[in-house]
């Protein structure tokens, strides 16, 4: 019986310590355009940035009615698309021709398995969590 009141009492007290001030919402999505900046290696704390000698940035552009998501864009020589839905992520296009800087692209979406959004931001990470890219909304 003391540990159903102790376990009532921890319970009440739980709920009371919780407020609408504590908790936030958030309506971001994916949507938009999003330009790849950086790849960051989490373990070894480094990061590479776009090269200013490419063609082209890479920018995809997510949009997500709810249900599907997609996602369609180009790499620096080469045209994307696909599904959007990280655990069951579906990318197609070419990798012929890329640089390095595209080809380490096609590499890391495709081992894509998380993803975060802070404002104006958006990591994508991979191989295994270790590694990210960062996109600035675009």
């Given amino acids: 019986m003391k540990s159903k009141i102790n376990y009532i009492l921890i319970l009440l007290l739980s709920l009371a310590a919780c407020n609408k001030d ?32 490419i063609y082209r940035s890479i920018i995809i552009e997510f949009s997500d009615n709810g249900i599907k998501g997609n996602m369609n864009g180009h790499t620096v020589t080469n045209t994307v698309g696909g599904d959007n839905k990280f655990k069951t992520l579906s990318f197609g296009g070419t990798k012929i021709g890329e640089p390095d800087w595209g080809e380490k692209f096609w590499d890391a979406i495709h081992s894509a398995s998380s993803y975060e959004r802070q404002s104006d931001k958006l990591y994508i990470h991979f191989n295994a969590d270790t590694e990210q890219m960062e996109f600035k909304n675009n």
């Fill in 22 to 53: 504590n908790t936030t919402t958030t309506t971001d999505t994916l949507n938009g355009k999003w330009k790849l900046v950086k790849y960051h290696n989490l373990t070894t704390g480094t990061s590479e940035s776009e090269p200013s000698n």
